[in-house]
Each structure stands twice: as C-alpha cells, then as structure tokens.
C-alpha cells in the first residue's frame, strides 16, 4: 500500500506525529509518501507536488487543521482516495481528534473500521469578459479560450519549486491560485465558491438565476455559494445556515446585500447556480475565491456557473460526537 502522508510543518506536534507514522507504516510493509502543508499553499505548490505522486495511493492522512484538508483535497483533485483528517490545528470541525493515540486510530483506518463520510464537492464554471459561454445560446459568440491540460499546467511549473517534504513556496504566493491566469476555467471546492468585491472595494451587481429560473438581482459585497461542508465557514459568517454533511445540495448566501428583502436559499444536488454580472466595469471588479484561495483573471468576470460535481470526497471519521453535538458545543457553547 502506498500512503500520502500530509503534514502541517509549522506544527512540531504535527511534524513529530509523522515521524511516528511513518514508521509505523514502514514496519508495516506500506510506503509513506510525506508532503509538508507549506508546500501547498498554492495551486503552483500543489501542481508540483501532484507531478511526483505515484499513479496508486491507497490513502491520504492530514495531520492538521480544516485548512490542511482543504490543501489536501486540491492535490488530490478529483483522484478517489479516501483522506483520514487528523487534528493538529487551531480548527478541526473536519478532523478527528487522536485523543485514543494517532497510531490505533490509523490502523483502525488501514483495516476498513472507520465511517466514510461522502461530502460533496462544487464545480465552477468561469466565463470571463470576450469569452465564449458554454452554456450560451447562439453560434454569433466568441469563441471559447483553448484550456490547457493539467499535466501541460503541472509542465509549466518549475519542477525545482517544491517536492515532497520540500521546499517552501514564496510567500508571497501563498493562498493565490494562478489556474485562472494560466487560461483553466474550471474548479472545485469542498467548503465554497465565493464572489466579492474586487480591490476598489466598490459594491458589485448581479443576477442569479437556478436552473434556468431568474431569482434575484443583488448589490452588495458579493455571494458564497456552499457545500454543507462549508455551511460550517464562510456561509456561517455570512449569516447561512448550518447544514447536515449528509445534505448533497448547495447553500447560495448573499454578501452584506444593499436591500431587505435578501436570503439564502438551499437548493437541490442536481440544480445549476448561474450568476452573471451586469457590470464589468474595472471599477466594480468581481473577485472569485475558492476555498478561500483567490484566484486573479487577465480580464474581468462575466458568468459563474456553480453546480455540484460529478465525485464526492470522502472523510474517514471515527466515532465520538455527531455532527450536532459539535455545532451545539462549538457554535452554541452548550
């Protein structure tokens, strides 16, 4: 068995536990494959370290926080390996505490003892200014730009940049996704995709339509669009609701909206959420984030198609508290 071992490095407790580990799964006869949280603090970092995967992985184990998942879930892509999250950060609402010991808890995991979690995932679909629209109708449009492949992508990335358990990316790179730059229009995201102002900090306008349907024209500060798993971060703050991880379908949240009248609104696993911008003008620029990484464009948004992808990933969890004794504990204080 080859196991990817993913390590939050400014951690010494998380650094220490893998040394543990990775040990233990050497004695017993599996291949440990160790990549430091540092080096994947960007989609550069994560390429690169992708490239150097073996073609089998047969588990992934974070040992960190929410947002080491989160890495760990963009190096996989969309490869179906289940990932045992382990907590080691400030935040763990995804992860498992190791209060048993972080050894029993992985080879409970090796012997299929664990419950897997199925979480959804998100697509998104960027039209920028000039762009053709997928989804469009119309043969008059422009023509669509010539996406390159994620290996041509993994190509262009200086193969000395990072390895496993290497180097540290600049940080002044650190939480940019160069993809958009790089002409890829297409990405994913386990907590959410979210729309705000751009640098001038000017309100934005927009028209969201599900499935077809025209719900609402909004000013403001912008729209998340959430997994359930992510109706637990930004969503939250922004006033969604909190939601089971067992719900496959999406959370669409207003950002400060300028009216009275804005909600949430939750939708089915098989709706599409199209939101369109009404106005390019540089000085009321959209920003896209995704998962919480932003992710610049050579020119400006015109369409955000959102839906939920064709693949879950899945979270290996242990036993212990329910979903909704943690939100009472840690949301409600109880």
Do not use: W
């Not at 893998?18 to 440990?32: K, V």
């Not at 609402?93 to 409970?108: I, K, R, T, W």
Request: aromatic fraction near 6%.
């Amino acid at each position: 068995m080859q196991i990817l071992v993913v390590r939050n490095n400014s951690n010494p407790q998380a650094v220490d536990a893998s040394l543990l580990l990775t040990a233990y799964l050497g004695e017993q006869g599996m291949r440990a494959l160790v990549a430091d949280s540092a080096s994947l603090g960007n989609d550069q970092g994560r390429a690169a370290i992708r490239a150097q995967l073996p073609e089998s992985l047969d588990m992934a184990i974070v040992l960190g926080g929410d947002g080491t998942v989160l890495h760990t879930v963009h190096l996989l892509n969309d490869r179906q390996v289940p990932i045992l999250p382990v907590n080691f950060g400030r935040l763990g609402f995804l992860a498992n505490a190791e209060d048993g010991g972080l050894v029993p808890l992985v080879a409970e995991a090796l012997a299929g003892e664990l419950v897997a979690e199925r979480r959804s995932l998100l697509a998104a679909r960027v039209v920028c200014e000039g762009e053709a629209d997928p989804y469009g109708d119309g043969d008059d449009s422009p023509s669509a730009p010539q996406e390159i492949s994620e290996e041509a992508y993994a190509a262009s990335i200086d193969p000395d940049a990072v390895s496993i358990g290497g180097t540290m990316m600049p940080p002044d790179k650190f939480g940019v996704n160069l993809r958009g730059m790089a002409g890829i229009r297409h990405f994913i995201a386990l907590n959410e995709v979210a729309i705000t102002r751009g640098a001038l900090g000017r309100i934005i306008e927009l028209s969201l339509d599900i499935s077809g349907t025209h719900v609402a024209r909004m000013r403001g500060d912008g729209l998340v669009v959430s997994t359930a798993t992510g109706s637990t971060a930004y969503a939250l703050s922004a006033g969604g609701p909190l939601v089971s991880p067992r719900f496959t379908g999406m959370v669409a949240v207003p950002l400060a909206p300028h009216t009275l009248h804005s909600r949430a609104i939750v939708t089915d696993a098989s709706d599409v959420i199209e939101v369109t911008f009404d106005d390019t003008e540089d000085y009321r620029d959209a920003t896209l984030f995704v998962d919480g990484e932003i992710v610049p464009f050579e020119r400006s948004l015109e369409k955000l198609y959102v839906q939920c992808a064709p693949y879950p990933v899945t979270l290996l969890r242990a036993g212990g508290a329910t979903f909704y004794e943690r939100v009472s504990h840690d949301f409600f204080g109880e």
